[in-house]
């Protein structure tokens, strides 16, 4: 689905966001292994604000999966298209994500992003909806467990814990640097969990978040202050 059709029909309260979030959870695929960890490409996406300007700017940062060298990079910059609401962040965040990855002349392959998938109290966070709306295999990898629990992990790189709501495990907390606090690993479409928290290691050789979420969170960052400057300039020559 394009940009333009996902804002066509795109929810602007919170009532309508949830029950596009009911009709959209059905949809999501847990029946495929999704990408083999180190082979193709893998591409992280990060989003950063200016709510007093009304910006959001996205990043895509495609990495050879193999090599972690950068392929490929992209950005977008938009309007905020919904208002800030715990749950309710994909809403925020898709519109000007899928401009960034329409951006890229390469595939993105399996789609990092700095949040959830299943592992929401809606099951259906940022990379279970992204997933759904693109066709594209993403996970989450948070850096905090949002409401659920976990017991801690053992202290070795690759150790994991299930990241519980109840009796159901909605994701992993994933060791990713010895005794270094874990990351939040979850499914979001068309991706095992296992493969997901396999992603996961093969992109933290040296950091305890994966390189693809680093360098794209670095890249929005860069282009949030160019959009404020050309936004500031616009506004001293009006």
């Known amino acids: 689905m394009s940009h333009r059709q996902i804002l066509a029909d795109w929810p602007t309260d919170e009532r309508s966001a949830r029950a596009v979030q009911d009709e959209l959870r ?90 959830y998938g299943l592992a929401h109290p809606r099951r259906f966070g940022l990379a279970s909806h992204l997933g759904v709306l693109t066709g594209l295999p993403p996970i989450g990898v948070a850096k905090n467990p949002f409401t659920f629990t976990h017991e801690e992990p053992d202290a070795p790189r690759g150790s994991t814990a299930p990241l519980l709501d109840g009796d159901e495990e909605v994701g992993r907390a994933l060791r990713t640097r010895d005794g270094v606090k874990p990351v939040y690993v979850s499914v979001g479409h068309r991706t095992s969990l296992d493969t997901a928290c396999a992603h996961t290691l093969s992109l933290t050789p040296n950091y305890r978040q994966p390189d693809t979420t680093r360098r794209a969170d670095a890249l929005c960052r860069r282009a949030l202050a160019q959009a404020q400057t050309q936004t500031q300039e616009d506004a001293t020559l009006a």
Not at 46 to 74: F, G, I, K, M, Q
Not at 81 to 87: A, I, L, N, Q
Request: hydrophobic letters at 50%.
């Open 26 to 115: 059905a949809r999501v695929v847990l029946d495929e292994p999704g990408p083999p960890p180190g082979t193709g490409f893998v591409t992280g996406v990060d989003v950063a604000y200016d709510d007093a300007r009304d910006l959001v700017v996205a990043a895509a940062v495609v990495l050879d999966a193999a090599t972690l060298d950068v392929v490929e990079e992209s950005t977008a910059v938009g309007r905020i298209s919904f208002p800030y609401v715990p749950g309710l962040l994909a809403f925020r965040e898709i519109p000007t994500v899928v401009s960034a990855l329409e951006a890229l002349d390469t595939g993105p392959g399996l789609v990092v992003c700095d949040g």
